[in-house]
């Protein structure tokens, strides 16, 4: 089946506003996250669980769409018959390759005439069989009936879709997907339906052989778990990329920046205030207070003995006349107590300065 021109421009028109503005959108974000060249991670354990449902029911649809056990029987098909051939002769067919059904007997009360046929293959035999107000003078009555059929694969990768880029199963990494993979699960919904309902059956009146006949139901349920497939390996592949700092980061705001300094900060005033209960508690123990001077006093030692080697010696006038400039040390030791210790240095300092006076 082709689409016309026409058609095309439409969908272009009525969906091209919603969806260029979040192209663009990507791509500069694309373009920011290859700037910043932040640090790989390795994929979070809430994106690892969404990974794997998303590929599990990809697996599923995939083998829903391929495999002949799960697709729906074609009597054409399994009988090898032609389109225009009686009715008694092709279920007599039937009959002899498998036992009749109560599916079979509806189908057989319901192929009157050849627009029945047609219908049959375009709506599939689950609808033709168990329609009860449908007919063949109103074929919109067998859309009307399909319609749930068609829609429940669509709205249950919406369910799962909707899961994995909750708050609550995958946090910020899969929120950031949510509207762009539910826009295009209900693009993919709406093509699908007006893919069946423009349908013109009467192309296959004029099949006279088998390789003639277009056996749309059968395709357009293979290419519908095709797309949805596509749809959570695409899903899949953008919380992978997104999530590892591959591709599409975005950079945190000015509040989160914040809010990190700050826990580096506090973190690192609890250490210093284990580093100073842990002293205190050394210097009230008699016992653990000798045994630091008594490590001191040996590294105090120790280190005499190594630097008043000639080597040593040597080597250490050699590095501070060509590296190190001896002013600029005590300079910038200077500036780092004063700065490290204010009250101290200014007590001190303003001392000196009184006693100058």
């Known amino acids: 089946m082709t689409i ?31 700037g910043q060249q932040p640090k790989i991670r390795p994929v979070p354990s809430s994106v690892r669980r969404a990974l794997l449902l998303l590929l599990s029911f990809s697996l599923v649809y995939l083998a829903l769409a391929i495999l002949p056990i799960y697709s729906p029987e074609n009597i054409f098909r399994l009988t090898q018959s032609r389109l225009q051939i009686p009715v008694d002769v092709l279920f007599t067919r039937l009959a002899s390759i498998r036992a009749p059904s109560t599916a079979d007997n509806a189908l057989r009360h319901k ?86 309902s423009s349908y013109n059956p009467q192309t296959n009146a004029r099949a006279l052989r088998l390789h003639e006949i277009d056996f749309f139901h059968w395709r357009q349920r293979s290419l519908r778990f ?24 975005n950079p945190p705001s000015p509040a989160e920046r914040v809010e990190t300094v700050v826990r580096q900060l506090q973190q690192a ?49 050699d590095a501070l006349r060509e590296r190190v400039v001896v002013e600029n040390v005590e300079r910038d030791a200077e500036i780092y107590v004063r700065s490290m210790l204010p009250p101290f240095s200014a007590a001190m300092y303003g001392e000196g300065r009184s006693k100058d006076d």
């Open 111 to 196: 192929f009157v005439n050849l627009q029945s046929r047609l219908l049959y293959l375009q709506f599939g035999p689950d609808v033709l069989a168990s329609c009860p107000f449908c007919s063949s003078d109103d074929p919109k009555s067998y859309l009307y009936y399909a319609l749930p059929n068609i829609l429940a694969p669509h709205l249950f990768n919406l369910g799962v879709i909707a899961l994995v880029t909750s708050n609550i199963f995958t946090g910020r990494d899969g929120s950031r997907w949510r509207y762009l993979a539910t826009m295009a699960s209900l693009v993919i919904g709406c093509a699908d339906v007006y893919m069946v």
């Open 226 to 249: 095709l797309v949805l497939t596509l749809i959570n390996l695409l899903l899949a592949s953008l919380l992978y990329l997104s999530s590892t700092n591959r591709l599409f980061v």
């Open 269 to 317: 005033k609890g250490k210093v205030n284990a580093v100073g209960v842990m002293r205190n508690t050394i210097s009230r123990d008699d016992e653990l207070r000798a045994r630091d001077n008594a490590y001191w006093q040996h590294e105090v030692r120790l280190m005499r003995e190594v630097m008043e080697e000639r080597d040593v010696v040597e080597g250490v006038r």
């Open 4 to 34: 016309p021109w026409g058609t095309i421009r439409s969908l272009i028109i009525f969906f091209g506003p919603v969806l260029l503005p979040k192209a663009f959108g990507l791509y500069r974000k694309w373009n920011l996250s290859r």
